[in-house]
């Protein structure tokens, strides 16, 4: 096996990809390696039509082996510890592998153990999360009779930021097609301050909230759940309100159990859970050590360059990046990775092109319907200027409905997985 490679690249998802198909694109020759210890490879974003019941889950998964790019070694073990000072990377059961550069697209952790109550909640058969086991979540929509449907997510940065927004939605849309919506709550609880951070879907999101009567509470953060009593509780984080017993909406039966601390029953609960970095992001030299993206990989936020290791490239989940976490982002991400390695390799400057933050969320509001939220840093919308002179992205309707089903997964699978978008 060989132990050094010019771009050695942690992880075999849309990021590592990606940035290895569009590297053997530019240059056949370069010797590029993948290290990624799992056997199959998901298209995650259908993870919300599968647990809305509209989605074949097997479709989601294919083998790795098929993905890996012609000409590029797959190692198939896990990254553990990074020696930079080295140029070295040391696997579990591979040794050590060296490289000349090394683009970090390490993913997302799922950290169940985060939120007390969360792991043994999952064991229920009232608590779910399209992050974990989508086919879960559309048996409990299946079963769900009426009561208060809570769905939420944590404070942490997740994986695609709308994914929770979208199952409510459909879940609510399902309710009224089977006539159980009468009877039923529909809670949409987040941390955040609003519904969308970006104005002009925003303004769509609360007339659809308003319209299908979803009880949306911003600055509600979930702290633990009571499986045994059915029970999440929440902080209101507003600043300068205090909750009293006054405040607490009793159509959703809230009660104060502590300074600003909120229980709610559910009847059904669809959470995102908290979510980190991978532990060898976290304890890694690439990571911030302090402040608020602690354990998040560093890097600029143009070049996508690691500050102090400058031939060391970071993508996707696992990087601090002020946008949102998706494969959109990632699309984004990669031709900047790939510009700007053949550029150092060739001893040049960077080209002019950087990355801006693009980022993309496809919300689906119904069985039928979507918009498509797209936007840079600073939640400035930046929507395909092609694509706006043909559709009101910022409106959901039937024919973006179609791109989400069955558009994006081929340009999923045939462009992007190619390295030829």
């Known amino acids: 096996m060989k132990t050094h490679y010019q771009v050695l690249i942690i992880g075999g998802g849309t990021g590592g990809i990606m940035t290895a198909a569009q590297l053997k694109r530019k240059d056949k020759n370069l010797s590029v390696a993948i290290i990624e210890p799992g056997q199959y490879h998901w298209y995650q974003p259908a993870w919300t039509l599968v647990g809305a019941g509209t989605f074949n889950f097997r479709k989601t998964r294919r083998d790795e082996s098929k993905m890996i790019p012609r000409g590029v070694d797959w190692i198939r073990d896990k990254a553990t510890v ?16 060296s490289y000349d550069y090394l683009v970090v697209s390490a993913g997302i952790k799922m950290d169940i153990d985060a939120m007390p109550g969360l792991r043994e909640a999952l064991q229920t058969d009232s608590v779910c999360s399209n992050y974990l086991d989508p086919e879960k979540t559309f048996r409990i929509l299946k079963n769900f009779k009426g009561g208060n449907a809570v769905f939420t997510q944590p404070a942490t940065p997740i994986r695609c930021g709308g994914a929770p927004m979208k199952i409510m939605y459909l879940a609510e849309s399902y309710f009224r097609k089977h006539n159980i919506r009468e009877k039923t709550n529909v809670l949409y609880a987040t941390p955040g301050t609003v519904i969308f951070g970006t104005k002009e879907f925003a303004e769509t999101l609360t007339r659809i909230v308003q319209k299908r009567n979803i009880n949306f509470k911003p600055f509600y953060k979930p702290v633990s759940i009571d499986p045994v009593k059915k029970e999440v509780t929440f902080q209101y984080t507003k600043p300068g309100i205090v909750r009293d017993e006054k405040s607490l909406d009793t159509v959703i039966d809230e009660k104060l159990v502590g300074d600003n601390l909120l229980t709610v029953h559910y009847d ?12 060898f992001i976290k304890s890694s030299p690439f990571a911030y050590a302090e402040g608020p993206n602690k354990g998040w990989m ?13 031939n060391v490239f970071g993508i996707g989940d696992s990087v601090a990046l002020p946008t949102a976490k998706t494969g959109a982002a990632i699309r ?28 993309s969320c496809p919300i689906v509001t119904d069985y ?9 840093y ?23 409905w179609i791109l989400k089903k069955y558009g994006l997964p081929w340009l999923y699978w045939n462009m992007m997985m190619k390295g030829r978008m």
């Open 368 to 376: 039928g319907k979507m918009l498509l939220a797209e936007f840079k």
């Open 378 to 400: 600073g939640n400035v919308r930046d929507s395909d200027p092609f694509l706006k002179r043909f559709v009101d992205t910022t409106k959901d309707q039937w024919s973006m």
């Open 82 to 97: 990074f020696t930079p000072g080295e140029n070295k990377v040391s696997t579990e059961k591979s040794g050590d592998i």
């Open 298 to 310: 560093e890097v600029d936020t143009h070049s996508l360059q690691h500050p102090v290791y400058k």
């Open 268 to 279: 059904m609960l669809h959470l995102a859970p908290p979510q980190s970095a991978p532990d």
């Open 332 to 359: 984004k991400q990669a031709p900047v990775v790939v510009d700007n390695i053949i550029h150092l390799m060739k001893q040049l400057p960077f080209s002019e092109k950087q990355y801006e933050g693009y980022s």
